[in-house]
């Protein structure tokens, strides 16, 4: 490795040892449980954060692969660690595009959440009441713009109604990731786009409290920025499900890690990319 920079630190942990702050997307853990099986490989390793005063670690990017490898039977999980306290690691927060649904249909199932208040807004209302906590969410469409007033009378982020928001279309629609609410920029890339939803900014400690009171938070809106990120480190699934312990499998890593950086086959790029293939 031809840099300064400290290797990522690459563990194996019990697959049971992981928690999920937010919820599976069944679609995406279906085609990432096909695409796994067909590679035979994890490409990229979840990334993960110590839940303080306990052995088990919270996933901060990475639900629907940890999902998927834990419905494939896969007794451990090749996982990067850090933390939030790590130079760096940001939590920011992404939109969905909701498409491929009956707009219809998605109205419907709106009426049917329970205490749902949705109250027509501007743009600069909606984001407003979010950042005071005075909606969970808001909605925009080729309407216009909704806020969904908070349920709760406390101060701080209505879980339980951003949930039952996102289970309206949840395996039904089809969910893109957006960063940011103008429905000007997003309706060209999407033909099928019936709305966006926009969620609060939520904190670590929001990550953390939900991870230790088994709370879920509906799956693609964390979005954790991580510095210095493992990709393309192609563990085998065959060491993943394999009958070995813990041990031998920990051992097994570092061999191979040792390997890797004989062969001089680590590279740090430091510049931003993107990446066509995910």
Known sequence: MRDSKVLPDLRMLPASSLVTHEDSDP????KL???LRKEGRLKNPPIVAPIPGTDRFVVLDGANRT???????????VAQVVSYGDPGVELDTWYHVVAGMDPLAFENALTEITELKLEACSLEEAREALSTYQAAAYIVNEGGVRQVCNSGSQIGHDIDMLNKVVGAYRGKADIYRASNDIWEIQKPYYPGIIALVIFPRLTPSDILTAAREGKKIPSGITRH????RALNINISLSVLEADWSLEHKREWLQEWL???????????YSESTFTFDE
């Open 225 to 228: 920025i991580i510095p210095a």
């Open 33 to 35: 449980k096909e695409r």
């Open 27 to 30: 679609r995406r853990v279906d």
């Open 67 to 77: 999902n998927a490898l834990t419905k494939m039977g896969a007794p451990h999980i």
């Open 258 to 268: 040792m390997e890797r950086m004989a062969a001089n086959a680590i590279r740090y």
